[in-house]
């Protein structure tokens, strides 16, 4: 594969930016499995170094699974600005669908159990490449999972 269709393919899985991507490659000497590998590990850096900072801000994110099952899941930042952004609403709603579809019953479970859209990877990883988006700390502090007949 060429730079530019793994870069592509690159942007298409992570929503990194190009010059980030084109980096990545760089220093990989190409091949599409190779710059995952590093953006994975990157991603545990960066949460790792981001894990001191205070994350005071919350934002609830809900989800109604067809009438049948209820989460309510509470997502931290650094700051308001990031909570509004596109890159933590897409968190919150895979939060939600992660929650719906697993059986997790703490948030460190949840961080353990495959990614239900995409199983070969783990949803910390989800977590991981949503801080790197936005360069900030996120967490996910608390959810709630509520289903009919359940206890």
Do not use: W
């Not at 509004?84 to 579809?101: A, Y």
């Amino acid at each position: 594969m060429s730079k530019l269709s793994v870069i592509k393919e690159l942007r298409a899985r992570t929503d990194l930016g190009l010059y980030e991507l084109s980096r990545i490659y760089d220093e990989c000497s190409g091949g599409l499995d190779r710059c995952l590998k590093l953006i994975r590990s990157r991603g545990v850096e960066v949460a790792k170094k981001k894990s001191q900072r205070d994350a005071s801000h919350s934002r609830l994110f809900t989800y109604n699974h067809l009438d049948r099952i209820a989460v309510i899941v509470e997502i931290s930042c650094e700051n308001d600005f990031a909570l509004r952004g596109e890159v933590i609403q897409e968190l919150g709603d895979e939060t939600c669908f992660q929650v719906v579809g697993t059986s997790a019953e703490t948030v460190e479970l949840l961080f353990q159990q495959p990614y239900v859209r995409k199983p070969e990877i783990l949803f910390e990883e989800v977590v991981n490449l949503a801080q790197m988006k936005i360069n900030e700390r996120v967490v996910i502090s608390r959810f709630v999972r509520i289903g009919i007949g359940e206890e």
